[in-house]
């Protein structure tokens, strides 16, 4: 329908969550009319956002250099590890301004189906942190999935092995429910996360 530089732009913009094809025009031809300058500043930002942006080598969030910002942070209380699915879970657990522990992100949850082993995701690091650093607690953190379940239901397993295997053992703990069935971290609002957070127990 229009030149080609156009409907690839479009074809990009289509690849975001949420943008249809209606919304992606709309937004090609906003930068078609903006000044050359603008347009440029835009597609660096995205550039160096990929450039600049790695992986904490502590907690698998991400990170700008060695560690991210929470693990960098002398504030955080360094006895406690919140275990999440994604960076996009840190996020939102940090805009509820409630937590002052650490993080580990898995970099998914376990899913037989889609081939996502214990090996896939970074839970050989959470068992070397939990036995190398002095953790009182590991919240479990993972979606209220089926996914996410059974991925604390492992992890839970695995971490009472180490605490066996050594002195003192973390308490391990898991979300209250409450977040809508079946959704992920990112959609509830701070205040049910709040309580989610809150609400937590021993398992
Ligand atoms: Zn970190």
């Known amino acids: ?3 080609r530089p156009v409907e690839d732009l479009i ?3 289509q690849r975001l969550p949420g943008v249809g094809r209606k ?5 090609v031809f906003l930068l078609l009319s903006a000044d050359e300058t603008d347009v440029r500043r835009f597609a660096e930002a995205m550039l160096h956002m990929k450039e600049r942006i790695g992986f904490c080598s502590r907690c698998h969030n991400i990170a700008e250099g060695e560690l991210c910002r929470v693990c960098a942070n002398p504030q955080r209380d360094a006895g406690v590890i919140c275990v999440v ?4 879970d840190v996020a939102s657990l940090e805009r509820t301004q409630q937590f002052r522990g650490l993080y580990h992100v898995l970099g998914g949850a376990l899913s037989p ?3 996502i082993t214990p090996e896939r995701l970074t839970i050989a690091s959470l068992v070397d942190r939990v036995r190398s650093e002095d953790v009182r607690e590991v919240i479990l953190c993972t979606n209220q999935t089926v996914d996410g379940d059974a991925t604390a239901s492992y992890l839970a397993r695995e971490l009472a092995a180490v605490a066996e295997a050594g002195t003192d053992g973390p308490t391990i703990t898991r979300i209250a429910s409450g977040l809508p069935v079946g959704s992920d971290l990112d959609f509830a609002d701070d205040a049910t996360l709040t309580r989610a957070l809150a609400g937590r127990r021993s398992i």
Request: zero cysteines.
């Open 1 to 3: 329908v229009h030149e």
């Open 11 to 13: 074809d990009e913009f």
């Open 23 to 27: 919304t992606a025009e709309r937004y």
């Open 85 to 88: 699915e994604t960076p996009r």
């Open 113 to 115: 189906i889609d081939g």
